[in-house]
């Protein structure tokens, strides 16, 4: 017969060093990425929303200093957000920028996703990848072709339609159209998995060269420290 003892959580306490602070913070979030994972009285102190799951969410209630466990009645953490893919340009240059477009936001705390991506033409591209200023986002590359990413909330704020630029290098002549798909959930709410429409492949250009004159929008936008518009000229 087995005894199975379920442990006593102290929330918050991710690391189980005796107190509360931000490196529970940073376990809880290292937890939700590729290779750490929780040990059992670990997980039961890192999930103070009680649900059975550990989340970003968890993250971002243990930095606020809220009383712990909170209480998820009150709606306080419930969110709400529709994100779409921008237009990206496969055709100019080896960098490729996949903007994802924030819409109907409503109390963002905190969000956790995956990418994953065709490895044998694109190489994903994390210090030129660009992630809403608000957030403290974790990232980790799981293996070629995914990547994991967990946020939670710094400050408060109005955050910005562009919430994401994600970068990629391509080979220029690769022979087959590269999928790219990203996976993201806000709170604790549902996940949103959208497709990416492929980087093309050459087979896809039978000339390359521009067949009209293009001025592509400007990702950021000009009212950032930098912005890059790509053109094209017959």
């Known amino acids: 017969t087995l005894l199975h003892i379920q442990p006593v959580p ?22 939700l990425l590729c290779t750490d994972s929780l040990a059992c ?15 970003a969410l968890d993250a971002f209630i243990i930095s606020s200093g809220s009383d712990l466990p ?9 969110g709400a957000a529709t994100f779409t893919i921008g237009p990206y340009d496969p055709y100019l240059g080896e960098d490729i920028q996949v903007p994802i477009l924030l ?21 994903f591209d994390p210090a030129h990848s660009e992630w809403s200023y608000l957030f403290g986002v974790e990232l980790d590359e799981c293996e070629d072709g995914l990547v994991k990413f967990a946020a939670f909330r710094l400050s408060q704020g109005n955050i910005s339609e562009m919430f ?13 159209d590269a999928n790219i798909e990203i996976t993201l959930k806000i709170n604790e709410e549902n996940p949103q998995t959208f497709p990416v429409d492929p980087v093309l492949s050459i087979d896809d250009i039978v000339d390359p060269s521009p067949r009209e004159n293009r001025l ?19």
């Open 10 to 31: 102290v929330f918050g306490d991710a690391d189980q060093s005796g107190g509360v602070n931000y490196t529970d913070v940073s376990y809880t979030l290292e937890s």
């Open 41 to 55: 009285q670990e997980f039961v102190n890192a999930d103070v929303t009680q649900n059975g799951v550990v989340t």
């Open 70 to 78: 909170p209480d998820m009645s009150t709606g306080e953490y419930t």
């Open 103 to 123: 819409g109907n936001q409503d109390n963002i705390l905190s969000f956790e996703g995956s990418i994953s991506y065709d490895s044998n033409y694109l190489t």
């Open 164 to 176: 994401s630029i994600l970068r990629f290098v391509h080979t220029p002549a690769h022979q087959q």
């Open 216 to 234: 592509v929008e400007a990702y950021p936008n000009p009212f950032n420290a930098n912005t890059l518009i790509k053109y094209a000229l017959v």
